[in-house]
T-cell receptor, first 113, second 112 residues
Framework: EAGVAQSPRYKIIEKRQSVAFWCNPI?????LYWYQQILGQGPKLLIQ????????DSQLPKDRFSAERLKGVDSTLKIQPAKLEDSAVYLC???????????FGEGSRLTVL | KQEVTQIPAALSVPEGENLVLNCSFT??????LQWFRQDPGKGLTSLLL???SQREQTSGRLNASLDKSSGRSTLYIAASQPGDSATYLC???????????WGAGTKLIIKP
């Protein structure tokens, strides 16, 4: 079974530039999460989708972050414009509805200079 | 509001020892509890998932227990090895809104 796929793995940009991350969840998983993890800290939920609907985006900085999940499958997370404090690993996870077990991708590491 | 606490924040033990990591939560209305492992610079790997109706799960040298009434879970690692060195995180999935609440993790170092 293929795991959660994320790209790019690494991205370096300058502040005020934009960046987009892509996630393809495990086939059939209805729930998709985007997390931000800053070095030395636990994951912080940015947004949670159930199919293509948003369940929780209370911690998403909506002035600069946006996310969509078209057709309830893959998802993109965009940051525009980026700030220095956005430097982090962006993790995507998916889970099936019946067990609620989360499976994570390898993450996309963003460095903002 | 659910709070998840992991103690200790860091732990260093000699190779071969058995050890226990702790995870406590304040709201027992959970759907499940999951233990993860994270190596430096890597994503999170699921270790064990315990559904709310279960008391424990085992995988190899790992055993996780769940006591909902006391709001506690433990991850037991038998015969620790240097390769077990990583950060271990627990997370609870809430029954009401399917929200996942994380502990801050325990950084484990196994000394050869």
């Amino acid at each position: 079974e293929a795991g959660v796929a994320q790209s790019p793995r690494y991205k370096i940009i300058e502040k005020r530039q934009s960046v987009a991350f892509w996630c393809n969840p495990i086939s059939g998983h209805a729930t998709l999460y985007w997390y931000q993890q800053i070095l030395g800290q636990g994951p912080k939920l940015l947004i949670q989708f159930q199919n293509n609907g948003v369940v929780d985006d209370s911690q998403l900085p909506k002035d600069r972050f946006s996310a969509e999940r078209l057709k309830g499958v893959d998802s993109t997370l965009k940051i525009q414009p980026a700030k220095l404090e956005d430097s982090a690993v962006y993790l995507c996870a998916s889970s099936p509805r019946n067990t609620g077990e989360l499976f994570f991708g390898e993450g996309s590491r963003l460095t903002v200079l | 509001k659910q709070e998840v606490t992991q103690i200790p924040a860091a732990l260093s033990v000699p190779e071969g020892e058995n050890l226990v990591l702790n995870c406590s939560f304040t709201d027992s209305a959970i759907y499940n509890l999951q233990w993860f492992r994270q190596d430096p610079g890597k994503g999170l790997t699921s270790l064990l998932l315990i559904q709310s109706s279960q008391r424990e799960q085992t995988s190899g040298r790992l055993n996780a227990s769940l006591d909902k009434s006391s709001g506690r879970s433990t991850l037991y690692i038998a015969a620790s090895q240097p390769g077990d060195s990583a950060t271990y995180l627990c997370a609870v999935l809430m029954d009401s809104n399917y929200q996942l609440i994380w502990g801050a993790g325990t950084k484990l170092i196994i000394k050869p």
